[in-house]
């Protein structure tokens, strides 16, 4: 089993800043990749941010400039920085882990957190 732990959520003002963490923790062999999506009400599930384990990354156009994804390897955690937030940032964001090899991956999910950007 594997659980994934996520933090940082809340209130922020237009303009501001937040940084998520994820913390995967269990039975976990590899993690291929480690990514934070994002869903607001009505809305489909996009992908926000992905980190692959050799380096690469890749974001969303609307976040590109203003969000960073990093991670710790030693601690198996992802980390999103969240910068120049605006209104259009407000949803549910879920932590992900692809966990495996590359014949037998399995996706894992966060609870998700609340990321709110209102005055």
């Known amino acids: 089993q594997v659980q994934l732990v996520e933090s940082g959520g809340g209130l922020v003002q237009p303009g501001g800043s937040l940084r998520l963490s994820c913390a995967a923790s269990?039975?976990?062999?590899?993690?291929?990749?480690m990514g934070w999506y994002r869903q607001a009400p009505g809305k489909e599930r996009e992908l926000v941010a992905r980190?692959?384990?050799?380096?690469?990354?890749n974001y969303a156009d609307s976040v590109k400039g203003r969000f960073t994804i990093s991670r710790d390897n030693a601690k198996n955690t992802v980390y999103l920085q969240m910068n120049s937030l605006k209104p259009e940032d407000t949803a549910v964001y879920y932590c992900?882990?692809?966990?495996?090899?590359?014949?037998?991956?399995?996706?894992?999910w966060g609870q998700g957190t609340q990321v709110t950007v209102s005055s």
């Open positions: 992900n882990a692809r966990i495996g090899v590359s014949f037998s991956l399995r996706d894992y």
């Open positions: 269990g039975s976990i062999s590899r993690i291929n990749a």
């Open positions: 980190i692959f384990s050799g380096g690469p990354t």
